[in-house]
């Protein structure tokens, strides 16, 4: 005996693969848009390319993200360095401005 993957219901060995085939309760991974779905379920093409869409609009919003992410540590970088070049010419104007004072 054996159990269906699907629906658990104990089989003969050799009907196992036929039964399977056929029941609705079975399990099916589709590859182009990476959905589980059961044999009794549809999954027509719309179906299918409406999953893909999602799954591409979930790693556009995820890329995204990262850039907007990257982008605001560049730009506090670039503030950091600014305030550091402004404390500098600073420094530098007040020791010029000192040595032309002697």
Request: glycine residues 2%; hydrophobic residues 30%.
């Amino acid at each position: 005996m054996k159990k269906c993957q699907g629906c658990l219901k104990s089989i003969l060995k050799q009907n196992a693969d036929q039964y399977e085939l056929q029941c609705e309760h079975v399990e099916i991974f589709c590859v182009n848009c990476q959905a589980t779905y059961r044999r009794r379920d549809t999954h027509n093409a719309i179906v299918c390319l409406r999953n893909q869409m999602k799954n591409q609009n979930d790693l556009f919003e995820l890329k995204l993200t990262s850039l907007e992410n990257d982008l605001k540590r560049q730009t506090e970088l670039l503030i950091n360095i600014d305030q550091q070049q402004k404390t500098l010419i600073g420094h530098l104007d007040k020791q010029s401005r000192e040595a032309e004072g002697k």
